[in-house]
């Protein structure tokens, strides 16, 4: 059951060439804050192309990692492996101007889909030290990732499929999500390949933006609390089809087991490998 709870008039995301996008003059030097649903930018001369983070954390190799939609860029030279060099930065979109907050590690590419890859529909970005984490966003606060023991595995996980990497089974509850409309939530009505169907809205920019659990029992966002929630993570926004419910999010399972399955064949690892979100508020 779809609960509206908060408008925000502003303008699923653009997929746009990936470019190297040069970082403006002057940029500042002090930390900068990165959150679930922040928005960013791949070039600072395309600012209205934009996704959002769904999660920060850090990975088994210490490195500091934001996760966001992979249909947000489309480049088959770079896609579906790891780029170790600085070619694509990402952008903080209300603040340009201080510099790239990270680069691109990893995304999978559509594969000719409007909504990106059917199960594996993220990005990896590595954050530079100059970030700060936090598991506060405007509304949604993380609090570690999603696990459904003894739930169906991710059709990406490794046998046997670890309990973060088990899916929410359709209508036993809610996912609460953060985006340009607000902070809404809904019932998962479907879970097709690790890809929940809710009445929980999205729309145009929100691609890769925060979806959390809510834990029975606890507050849903209200007039009374300010909208806010709290919750593991438990996905990000993929987009909206004609189905009904409309509106789909990539699972956080489907995410951490193709981390998983990529890491154990990959010599040296992968970025994002045993992802956790951030413990700083």
């Not at 438990?234 to 990529?262: E, Q, V, W």
């Amino acid at each position: 059951m779809l609960k509206r709870l908060f408008v925000l008039l502003l303008g699923l995301a653009v997929v746009w060439t990936m470019g190297a996008g040069a970082a403006q003059a002057g940029q500042r030097l002090q930390d900068k804050r990165v959150h679930n649903a922040m928005q960013i930018v791949f070039s600072t001369s395309t600012p209205d192309n934009y996704c959002t983070i769904g999660a920060v954390g850090t990975d088994k190799y210490g490195h500091r990692i934001a996760i966001t939609a992979g249909h947000c860029i489309n480049d088959p030279r770079y896609a579906d492996r790891e780029i170790h060099d600085n070619i694509q930065p990402v952008y903080d979109r209300a603040d340009t101007g201080f510099g790239p907050l990270g680069y691109v590690r990893y995304f999978k590419d559509p594969e000719g889909s409007q909504t990106g890859h059917v199960t594996k529909d993220y990005m990896v970005i590595e954050l530079l030290p100059r970030t700060v984490l936090s598991s506060q966003g405007p509304y949604l606060k993380q609090t570690g990732e999603l696990k459904v023991p003894g739930g169906t595995a991710s059709p990406n996980a490794l046998d046997p499929a670890s309990d973060n990497e088990r899916l929410i089974a359709p209508g036993s509850g809610e996912i609460i999500t953060s985006g340009q409309t607000g902070c809404w939530y809904g019932t998962v009505m479907d879970n097709e390949d690790g890809v929940y169907l809710s009445a929980a809205t999205n729309t145009l920019g929100d691609s890769g933006g925060p979806a959390i659990w809510h834990v029975p029992g606890t507050a849903l966002p209200s007039p009374d609390n300010n909208f806010q929630a709290e919750g593991p993570w438990a996905g990000i926004t993929k987009g909206f089809t004609l189905s009904l419910p409309p509106f789909l999010y990539t699972s956080s399972a489907n995410i951490l087991a193709d981390l998983r399955a990529r890491d154990a064949r990959t010599p040296g690892g992968v970025f994002g490998a045993g992802f956790e979100v951030t413990t700083n508020p």
